[in-house]
């Protein structure tokens, strides 16, 4: 009704542009707050801006340029000294390690020797003179034992003691050969890898401790959803224009009734008490008013002044013979092809 067009919805590029130009300043800003300098009993810890980068959005097409940040941390005076001589000592390590490493090659290519044939030897001379004396013993005492017993040499019990006796001796032997034998594989591992370990030590050095500093607490400043303000205020403008078309509509519908043609006496000079109550289009206004002479009591009416109108719709607007101006309000409020 009177032909005004909604209000145009908003671009989504420059809806997008709009979002995206806030989130990036927004970051921006929330870098700074964050990169805060900071001092302690072990050094510092300082910021500073050292470039710019820029980037293009590939939807909308816009570039930002976005600080780029530089850390840089400064030991004490005490903390410098330490280190310096951790430096010089892993050095000091490293080139060690160098020097002893060279052997590696000719090491490493020699299998590891674990037949301790002479070791078994050794052990066996060793508990033999431990263990002999024991089981001679232990065996008259056992002979005497039997005898004692009634169980004369060359029966089958005597037999059968004596050969249990004899097992117990070989396992005792057995036993001490094997637990010899296991701790001399042992030593010769350990003899073979204590170059390799120690080189491997020379090589790991201690890392040096930076500065810690207690993290502080940075506000963030949120992002302005500037996409969410647009389309509300877009949907704000469009429910207002439908309210008004509404309102008008009704209001003209019960103006022209039917909605035949109407021709209206409405020279500005003829009315008074004269309200807009709203508009048609832009610089075409719904006024209140009465017609001159008519008393206060009476209802006001509701229509077009001709002033607006011909400026508007010039074919809409009839002089009378009495010199006063008319509205055709069909062509007014374009209610019929003109």
């Not at 809806?15 to 800003?29: F, R």
């Not at 002999?132 to 059968?160: C, H, K, V, W, Y």
């Amino acid at each position: 009704m009177g032909k005004k067009s909604a209000p145009p919805p908003p671009d989504p590029r420059e809806t997008s542009a709009a979002q995206t130009g806030t989130s990036v300043a927004t970051a921006i800003a929330n870098s700074w707050l964050g990169n805060v300098d900071r001092v302690g009993p072990d050094g510092t810890t300082t910021w500073s801006q050292s470039g710019e980068t820029s980037f293009t959005d590939p939807y909308t097409g816009k570039t930002y340029t976005v600080p780029r940040f530089t850390e840089t941390v400064n030991l004490s005076p005490e903390q410098q000294a330490i280190y310096d001589r951790e430096k010089a000592a892993e050095s000091n390590l490293a080139g060690l390690a160098e020097q002893q490493s060279g052997f590696l090659k000719d090491y490493m290519a020699q299998p590891v020797d674990l037949s301790n044939e002479a070791v078994e030897s050794r052990l066996y001379e060793l508990g033999s003179k431990r263990l002999d004396p024991r089981f001679q013993r232990e065996e008259e005492a056992m002979r005497t034992n039997l005898i004692n017993r009634g169980i004369r040499e060359g029966t089958d019990a005597f037999s059968a003691a004596m050969s249990d006796f004899n097992q117990g001796k070989n396992d005792a032997y057995n036993s001490l050969l094997l637990s010899g034998r296991g701790q001399a594989v042992q030593e010769a591992l350990t003899e073979r890898n204590q170059p390799i370990n120690e080189i491997s030590a020379l090589l790991s050095g201690a890392q040096v401790s930076m500065p810690q500093f207690t993290g502080g607490q940075m506000p963030q400043i949120p992002t302005t959803d500037n996409a969410g303000i647009i389309q509300q205020d877009y949907q704000n403008r469009l429910g207002a224009w439908q309210q008004k078309n509404a309102m008008m509509g009704g209001l003209f519908g019960g103006l022209l009734g039917l909605g035949g043609k109407m021709i209206g006496l409405s020279d500005d000079d003829t009315k008074t008490d004269k309200q807009v109550v709203g508009e048609v289009e832009p610089g075409m206004n719904l006024h209140a008013y009465r017609y001159k002479g008519e008393p206060k009591s009476a209802p006001l009416r509701l229509g077009l002044m001709a002033s607006e109108v011909e400026k508007k719709h010039p074919d809409a607007v009839k002089r009378g013979r009495d010199g006063l101006r008319r509205v055709d309000y069909s062509k007014a409020l374009s209610l019929e092809a003109r």
